[in-house]
């Protein structure tokens, strides 16, 4: 089936436009009669849509859904930051009919660490409340605590961790696995709580969803990217730069001027954590996206993550939320 892609009209902000602009941003599939079909994004929206309609010419999905595009409406962003947080809001809020479900669990499970009194640190499960402030690292998401407890037990084997240790088995002496050459040997003495902790938080680390580190919401500033030789209509429809509110790991909302990106920070809102904002937030931050702005002040503010990946939690970042919590007490 051969699909005429001259015919689809484009708009931006209601605003006719001659052709896709080759600009960062969101784009909205709408059907004749005004049903959403799909969000997507990118950071150059014509070829992206280009190889909507090149993907189209297969029977399939896409082929199905591409017959049924009249129009499509972009939403320009400063540069891919941006692209990715509204997408990613969007699909979730306004559910469209061809992009793919986000499956949620109704009770997630987590695992926080607690020093015991040899100073080892235990995994605990933990129950993970998807609302309110993230004030300490936790480590992955599960369904159960069953998958807590494979998913450790699996840790364990690959490097060599104990345990008994680690909180997950009781006894006193050297554990099954070290007599048989899989564990380290901690519940043994031959490695210190500090050693053993440090490889343990070295395992975690790919699970690891990082506290909070500022005092407030933050601003990342993202200035304009020119992508390709676009329109002077679509040049000027493209924000010069946006403002992206952060509070906790949520997503508050981008704005294109700093004053109401700052009174939009001063409101009380729900803070709800979204595992895809989680990771386009803290990817955003370790390269260096953007300038960050205190969120209320609108003054710049140090990105810890921005040199490194983050840090492990250590014994310092506990007493740092510990202290944080006595302030707001």
Not at 127 to 136: H, K, L, N, Q
Not at 140 to 158: K, N, P, Q
Not at 185 to 208: I, M
Request: glycine content about 8%; aromatic content about 6%; hydrophobic content about 35%.
């Amino acid at each position: 089936m051969l699909i005429d892609r001259h015919k689809t009209r484009f708009s931006c902000n209601g605003e006719a436009l001659d052709a896709a602009p080759r600009c960062p941003g969101v784009y909205r599939f709408y059907s004749e009669d005004d049903a959403l079909l799909y969000i997507g994004k990118s950071i150059d929206i014509a070829t992206r849509l280009k190889s909507h309609f090149a993907d189209a010419r297969e029977p399939g999905r896409q082929q199905r859904m591409m017959t049924a595009v009249d129009r499509v409406d972009c939403q320009l962003t400063a540069g891919e930051v941006g692209a990715l947080l509204i997408e990613n809001a969007a699909i979730k809020a306004e559910a469209p009919l061809y992009n793919r479900r986000q499956r949620r669990s109704r009770k997630l499970w987590t695992q926080r660490l607690q020093e015991d009194l040899e100073g080892f640190l235990q995994v605990l499960p933990s129950d993970f409340c998807p609302a309110g402030e993230r004030i300490e690292s936790v480590f992955g998401l599960f369904r159960s605590r069953r998958h807590i407890d494979d998913s450790l037990r699996s840790l364990a084997r690959e490097h060599g961790l104990c345990l008994r240790m680690l909180g997950a088995e009781r006894g006193r002496g050297p554990c099954f696995q070290h007599q048989i050459g899989r564990c380290g040997g901690a519940c043994a003495g031959k490695e210190s709580p500090q050693d053993h902790n440090a490889r343990l938080l070295a395992a975690l680390e790919q699970q690891r969803i990082a506290a909070w580190p500022f005092a407030g919401p933050v601003l990342l500033e993202e200035e304009r990217v020119a992508v390709g030789k676009s329109s002077e209509q679509a040049q000027a429809l493209q924000p010069r730069r946006q403002f992206h509110l952060l509070h906790h790991w949520s997503y508050l909302g981008t704005y294109e001027r700093r004053d109401r990106a700052r009174q939009a920070a001063k409101r009380d809102c729900d803070l709800i954590f979204d595992r895809d904002t989680y990771r386009i937030a803290i990817r955003s931050l370790r390269l260096g996206a953007g300038q960050l702005l205190d969120g209320l002040s609108g003054e710049p503010v140090n990105n810890p993550f921005a040199s490194s990946a983050a840090a492990p939690a250590t014994g310092n970042e506990r007493q740092t939320l510990k202290d944080r919590k006595a302030r707001r007490a």
